[in-house]
Structure formats: C-alpha cells, structure tokens
C-alpha cells in the first residue's frame, strides 16, 4: 500500500554514476516500509494519488545514515586512561599493564545484561539523532562465552527498543583474559570457537570478527576463528593492521572476508588482496585522533585499485569514544583526505556492503527499505564540513519516523 510520497528535494541517492547519484525534481514513494517509487515528479504513476504528499520544502535527501563499526555496548568508562594518555602513557603500554580492553572487560562483567543496555541507549539515541538507521555492535569486552552471550542479548535488545536495525559481531577475539594468560590458543579453542557456535545457535551472531594484532591475537589465531566461522557459516571480518602490520587484512581478504577494519598500517599486498576478493576498507577516524596515530590508512592506494571505503565511528571506551557518524565524516575528510562524497559513500552505500545489507539499504533505490535522512541542508558537501553541528531535519525508517 502506498502511504507517503515525498516531494520537492535534492536527493542523493548515492547510486553509482554521477557524484552523489543526485537527482533534482524527484519524488520518492514509500510503500509498506520500502521504497517504491523514485522518478521524475512529473512522472509519479496515478497509483500513488492517495498517498500522503510531504513537501520537503526543497531540503536533501540522504539513505539513512549506517554505522558498521561499533562497539556501544559495554560496562564502565576510561576516562582515567585518557588521563593517563596524556601524562605519557601508550596505548599499548597500558593495554600490556592489564588496563585497556580488560580494564572494560572486569567493568562488562559485573554489568547485568539490563545496565547494558541501559548505558548505551544514550549512544544509540546520539547516533540515531544523526540520521544512523543501522548500526553494527559488537561483542569483545565480555571475554567468557557467558559474557560476551550477555552482550550480543543487550545489543539484540536495543534494536528493539529502537527503531534501528542492529547488526552483531561475534568478537570474543578481541583480547586475552587474566584467566587465560599464556594460553591464547585455549582461550580460542575453549571460549571463542564453542561461544560461537552458542552464538550462532542462538541467533545472536550476524558475522565474527577478531583483532589481529601483537597485543591481541596472530594470523595463525584468527584463522583458527575464520575456519570455525565458514563451517557455522558465518561471514568474517577483522580489526587489522591498526597498530602494526601482521597481514591480517590479506588474511581476511583471503578469507573472503565483507570488511578489514582500521588499515593505517596496510600495505600495498594487502591492498591488492582486498581489491582482489571485493573486501571493503572500513576505516576509523575516531580512534586514529584518540591515539594520536600520525600514520594514515593508505586512502590513494584504496582508491587507485578500487577497494570500497566506508567509514565507522569505532564507538568505544578506550581508543574512539565517539559517538557521532557527522563528525567521523568530517574527520575521514581533514584527517585522511576524503572527499566529502567518498565520506557520506562511506556511512551509506559502503557500510551497507560491509555489513552484507547492500540488497537492502545504502541507497535510495526502488525496492530497498525506505531508511531515509531529510536534512536541513542543500549541498551534500555540507554534511561532512560542520564540526559539532547537526543538521538532521527529520529521519525515516520504515513507516516509522
Ligand atoms: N581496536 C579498537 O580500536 C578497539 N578494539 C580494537 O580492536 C578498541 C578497544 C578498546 O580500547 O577498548
Ligand atoms: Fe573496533
């Protein structure tokens, strides 16, 4: 049944084609929750004459916006480390002092599943203020198979109680407990692979993901994860080549991995792989500012070999306690050299591919979901060039507003 039929915009449509798939003088039709109808105005078939007619007052158009990198559900909070970060400690320093991701871990644990989702529904209700429809959450900071269960259900819950579409990751591989010092290959074999398959079982994995990384888990290790996840049939993805260059990215990619995530350390081989299997470049702004890094993902070499780029917040508590998709956009632009375009393909129709939903949202297309962003802007330009300032006039998804 037709219900809406938008009028009187510029829509991006960010369709492949003409920079930002703009279209001028377009309407758009929403019908039972998707698009089903984009044309001239001239053009809209008489079926449509009963919908209701919403006069966008010549505002933009945007797919809803989409978060494919997030880590919003955790217990607790490292403002101390920050602290310490800028009396001189690194990173990986504290990380190896059993602060960082365990510090959140200990912190996650003693959270119950209902403090966690009460801690990041403001989070959620921040990004979703921005125009975000879908954003992927992972687990990490649980680090047992009871935990990080509990922190799959918070995040199945949120996109309940919001009208979002969440998307979870399976990242057990994230870090080592205290409980496992020394025995990495048992915390894989004894907590990720059988929480996994508990996972997969119980509808709370939509993909696995893993960090590759010297102070977290080696090629040999994710692969152990990537093979347990092909035979569960789940897609991988990996947090890799962020502090260092271990190969993780051509691994993924050789594992016909969606995406491989952060990337400042990626090379021209791994480059080549991820041109060579389709695997997305997900990079994140966010965390490359927190940590001061000074070496950028290598943004020509994507381009050049045609690597799909998307960008993500990396909402977390330690390395991009960011919760804004506008100002990571921004930030992919001044900091990485972006355009503003290859930014907003990045949180719609990139996102969309690294999250495996490219059939269903990204862009604005007969047949998708009508998951839409009206703002009070005409340029697309200008989505990516305020820092601190939002725009969103209103935001659709579905037949909900
Ligand atoms: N890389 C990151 O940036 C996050 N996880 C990861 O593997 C940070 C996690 C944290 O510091 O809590
Ligand atoms: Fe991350």
Known sequence: ?????????????????????????HAVGI?????????????????????????????????????????????????????MRLEGAGYEEIARAGGGIVSTMSATREASEDALVEAALPRLDAMIAEGVATIEIKSGYGLSIEHELKMLRA??????????????SWLAAH?????FKGRADDYISEVVLPGMTQAKADGLADAVDGFC?????????????FEHA????????????????LGGAALAAQHQAMSADHLEYLDADGVDAMAKHGTVAVLLPGAFYTLRETQAPPVQLLRDAGVPIAIATDCNPGSSPLASLLLTMNMACTLFRMTPEEALAGVTRN??????????????????????????????????????????????FGDLV
């Not at 870090?175 to 409980?179: F, K, R, T």
């Open 230 to 245: 092909r035979k569960l049939g789940l897609p991988v993805k990996l947090h890799a080549e962020q502090l260092s260059i």
């Open 213 to 225: 990384e010297g102070i977290a888990f080696s090629p040999e290790q994710i692969e152990r994860v």
């Open 31 to 83: 019908d039972d929750g998707h698009i089903g109808f984009v044309g001239p105005e001239s053009e809209v078939p008489s079926s449509w004459n009963d919908a209701a007619r919403e006069d966008l007052g010549g505002r933009l158009v945007t797919p809803a916006l989409i978060d494919c990198h997030t880590h919003i559900v955790f217990g607790g909070n490292r403002a101390r480390e920050f602290e």
């Open 1 to 25: 049944m037709p219900t809406k039929l938008l009028v009187n915009m510029r829509l991006a449509t960010m369709c492949e084609g003409n920079p930002y798939g703009l279209l001028e003088d």
């Open 351 to 396: 996102a969309a591919r690294a999250l495996g939903i490219g059939r269903q949202a990204g862009t604005i297309e007969e047949g998708k979901a009508a998951e839409l962003a009206i703002w009070n802007v005409t340029e697309p330009a200008e989505l990516a060039y305020r820092i601190g300032f939002n725009p969103l006039h209103q935001r659709i």
């Open 155 to 168: 995040a199945r819950r949120l996109g309940e109680m919001r009208p979002v579409r969440v998307v979870t």
């Open 175 to 179: 870090a080592l407990p205290p409980e």
